[in-house]
């Protein structure tokens, strides 16, 4: 089963950043719209960010939108999710997401998922 690869989490301080990366096994993964989710304890995967394949075009959640900034580099096959201004309530696993078609907020439309990675920001 095709997967999604995330790295980059971490342990942070409030107003701290971070940079997520995500790596697509094949150069097929480049014209995929991809997404960031996140998921905290005792509650559902939420939508994060979204990008398209080509030509790029973006969109966030309200609540992340002007401190995360989603990007990808399609000659390294990698998805990233730039944070920064980071508070206490962006503490969640994060998983990265790719579908053929899809673009949108609802997790269910991604085909493709990675593991998660853990980010955690401390008072």
């Known amino acids: 089963q095709v997967q999604l690869v995330e790295s980059g989490g971490g342990l942070v301080q409030i107003g701290g950043s971070l940079r997520l990366s995500c790596t697509a096994p094949?150069?097929?993964?480049?014209?995929?719209?991809m997404g960031w989710f996140r998921q905290a304890p005792g509650k559902e995967r939420e939508f994060v960010a979204a990008i398209r394949g080509s030509p790029d075009s973006t969109y966030y959640a309200d609540s992340v939108k002007g401190r995360f900034t989603i990007s990808r580099d399609n000659a390294k096959n990698t998805m990233y999710l730039q944070m920064s201004n980071l508070k206490t309530e962006d503490t969640a696993v994060y998983y990265c997401a790719a579908d053929k078609t899809y673009y949108g907020v609802g997790p269910r439309g991604y085909a493709y998922w990675g593991q998660g990675t853990q980010v955690t920001v401390s008072s």
């Open positions: 094949t150069r097929t993964f480049s014209i995929y719209p």
